[in-house]
């Protein structure tokens, strides 16, 4: 083990990687890993593998078009068999080319459901090993549009429903415009038959549920295209946020005040989309992570002020006591305050 949960297969060098079929879905599938390697620049990348259809292509296609590929292989101990899945999966990265293969046994506990907790433990795992190399993951057009629908039906505003960045670092994804069918068409061609992951056909998980009953319905109805509409708007409203997100930082320094103190008057002259975006980036800076009930509340004390007492964002750092927002003299200060003193004390 090289280091706790990890085992480290050192694979063939680069000069020995075969050769891949020059066929239709591998073609597409390496013009998207290119596209994103130029986009991003990074001599050497970490994949996500867990042996399906997309991470297997997208490893086969970053072989061909990166310098130096690792393989990093999660093993979520969630089915009996699990590491021989995981180990099968490693043995494709060696025999691809890939310099290094780990497979890293995970603890898959947490809150938020079996996906939530899964999910966050292979990304803790994904970047305790990936070496300071950028990650890139096997997500597809078809996730994207899951993704924005998620986000539609739970009505988190323009953040959810933009989905995924092809670049979030140190997390890339070359293969969001790729269909997933193509994912597996690539590894017909490969020669390769991946893992079918049984949670994939779990009608217990919500975006098993999308995936099987949603989208079809949506395809049917509005006589197809959905899935790339969806991923297309996602992209839009990247663009979109990214700008709000650069007129947001600018209001933030312009609000600033001494002792990271926001001026109410320069936020209440933004627009409340630009405005919100500023008081939660400064939330998140004092280690809170705003609902949109929380959030709302705070940007109450700038947009519609009269006279409310403090706004609890988090718990304090002892008993009784709670983080808090409050407005004074004319701007919004985070501060640690004991509970009674929080519910009876007004602010002007």
């Given at each position: 083990m090289d280091r706790a949960g990890a085992e480290l297969i050192v694979a063939s060098p680069p000069s020995a990687r075969p050769l891949l079929p020059e066929t239709p879905a591998i073609?597409?599938?390496?013009?998207?890993?290119?596209?994103?390697?130029?986009?991003?620049?990074?001599?050497?990348?970490?994949?996500?593998?867990?042996?399906?259809?997309?991470?297997?292509?997208?490893?086969?296609?970053?072989?061909?078009?990166?310098?130096?590929?690792?393989?990093?292989?999660?093993?979520?101990?969630?089915?009996?068999?699990?590491?021989?899945?995981?180990?099968?999966?490693?043995?494709?990265?060696?025999?691809?080319?890939?310099?290094?293969?780990?497979?890293?046994?995970?603890?898959?506990?947490?809150?938020?459901?079996?996906?939530?907790?899964?999910?966050?433990?292979?990304?803790?795992?994904?970047?305790?090993?990936?070496?300071?190399?950028?990650?890139?993951?096997?997500?597809?057009?078809?996730?994207?549009?899951?993704?924005?629908?998620?986000?539609?039906?739970?009505?988190?505003?323009?953040?959810?429903?933009?989905?995924?960045?092809?670049?979030?670092?140190?997390?890339?994804?070359?293969?969001?415009?790729?269909?997933?069918?193509?994912?597996?068409?690539?590894?017909?061609?490969?020669?390769?038959?991946?893992?079918?992951?049984?949670?994939?056909?779990?009608?217990?998980?919500?975006?098993?549920?999308l995936r099987r009953e949603v989208l079809p319905l949506l395809e049917d109805v509005l006589n197809g295209g959905v899935a790339e509409a969806l991923a297309r708007t996602a992209g839009q409203l990247q663009e979109d946020g990214h700008a709000l997100d650069l007129w947001a930082a600018d209001l933030r320094a312009r609000a600033c005040l001494e002792g990271d103190r926001l001026d109410a008057g320069v936020l209440a002259s933004a627009p409340a989309a630009v405005r919100r975006r500023a008081v939660r980036s400064w939330l998140i800076d004092h280690t809170v992570s705003p609902n949109e009930t929380m959030l709302r509340a705070v940007d109450d004390l700038v947009a519609a002020w009269r006279g409310q007492g403090p706004v609890a964002v988090g718990r304090g750092a002892g008993p009784g006591t709670r983080l808090v927002v409050s407005r004074r003299r004319g701007s919004l200060a985070v501060e640690y305050v004991d509970r009674p003193k929080a519910q009876a004390t007004g602010r002007r």
């Open positions: 073609h597409e599938v390496r013009l998207a890993v290119r596209a994103w390697l130029h986009a991003h620049p990074s001599r050497e990348v970490t994949v996500a593998l867990s042996g399906g259809p997309d991470s297997a292509a997208l490893t086969a296609a970053a072989l061909a078009e990166a310098e130096v590929v690792h393989a990093v292989v999660v093993d979520h101990r969630l089915q009996s068999g699990s590491g021989i899945v995981a180990e099968r999966a490693a043995e494709f990265a060696r025999e691809r080319g890939c310099a290094t293969a780990r497979v890293v046994g995970v603890e898959v506990t947490g809150r938020g459901g079996l996906e939530a907790a899964a999910r966050a433990a292979r990304y803790r795992a994904l970047d305790e090993h990936r070496d300071g190399r950028p990650v890139l993951l096997g997500h597809t057009l078809d996730d994207q549009a899951e993704t924005v629908l998620l986000g539609l039906g739970r009505g988190a505003g323009l953040r959810s429903i933009r989905g995924m960045a092809a670049f979030d670092r140190p997390w890339g994804r070359p293969l969001l415009e790729v269909r997933r069918d193509t994912t597996r068409r690539a590894c017909r061609e490969l020669g390769y038959e991946p893992y079918e992951d049984p949670h994939n056909a779990d009608d217990r998980f919500t975006r098993v549920r």
